[in-house]
């Protein structure tokens, strides 16, 4: 079982819908979670942190963390083609300095 | 975040050479990190980068093959040695800056690197 798990997509939606973006992890113990965004030939951009079970907001994105059942999730609202990138799920298990990451997800967002 | 900068950006090299690769940040960090991206994959942690002491390697990875230096809390280096086109890969660099939120880690723009 990998560390960090996503599903490669491509997630294509329409312009002005919601996408959403999954990841699993296996270590019970891990406290941080990331979501990065990272454009075709571009170095990975941080978009959002989380560390405590719920939703977070950060304009029209939302980082949702559901420690029980080991998931975390990003929602983009009102999609815009300039969504379209691969977003990486990062996670800092509970005994290491390092972050693992999952395979990442492409997102197509269509005018 | 912090300014970070990676030099060069790109390279060509011929088999059986060696590259170094600079990473240089205008904030105190207090962790740097080397990773890996093979074309088409996701970021592949290569070590830690260590102020004063030996970085500290990931499983599969060697300091004969990759050595790193960081003789500061700000600027390291990664040298990919004896290059074959397996090496082929964008490298990165990433720090976790002091005083921001917790765990974040920022990249570099990359150095992409192409063995012949």
């Known amino acids: 079982q990998k560390e960090v798990e996503q599903n490669s997509g491509p997630l294509s939606v329409p312009e002005g819908a919601i996408a959403s973006l999954n990841c699993t992890y296996s270590d019970r113990v891990s406290q941080s979670f990331f979501w990065y965004r990272q454009y075709s030939g571009k170095s990975p951009e941080l978009i959002m942190s989380?560390?405590?079970?719920g939703d977070k907001e950060d304009g029209r994105f939302t980082a949702q963390l559901n420690k029980a059942s080991q998931y975390v999730s990003l929602l983009i609202r009102d999609s815009q083609p300039s969504d379209s990138a691969t977003y990486l799920c990062a996670v800092k298990p509970g005994n290491t300095g390092k972050l693992i990451f999952g395979q990442g997800t492409t997102l197509q967002v269509k005018p | 975040s912090a300014v970070i900068s990676q030099k060069p950006s790109r390279d060509i090299c011929q088999r059986g050479t060696s590259l170094t690769i600079q990473c240089q940040v205008d904030s105190q960090v207090t962790m740097m990190f080397w990773y890996r991206q093979q074309p088409g994959q996701s970021l592949t942690l290569i070590a830690t980068?260590?102020?004063?002491?030996?970085?500290?390697?990931e499983s599969g990875f060697v300091i004969d093959k990759f050595p790193i230096s960081r003789p500061n809390l700000t600027f390291s280096t990664l040298t990919v040695s004896n290059m074959s086109p397996e090496d082929s890969s964008i490298y990165l660099c990433?720090?976790?800056?002091?005083?921001?939120?917790?765990?974040?880690?920022?990249f570099g723009p990359g150095t992409r690197l192409t063995v012949l």
């Open positions: 989380i560390y405590s079970n």
């Open positions: 990433s720090v976790e800056v002091a005083g921001l939120a917790k765990d974040e880690q920022f």
């Open positions: 980068a260590n102020q004063g002491s030996e970085a500290t390697y």
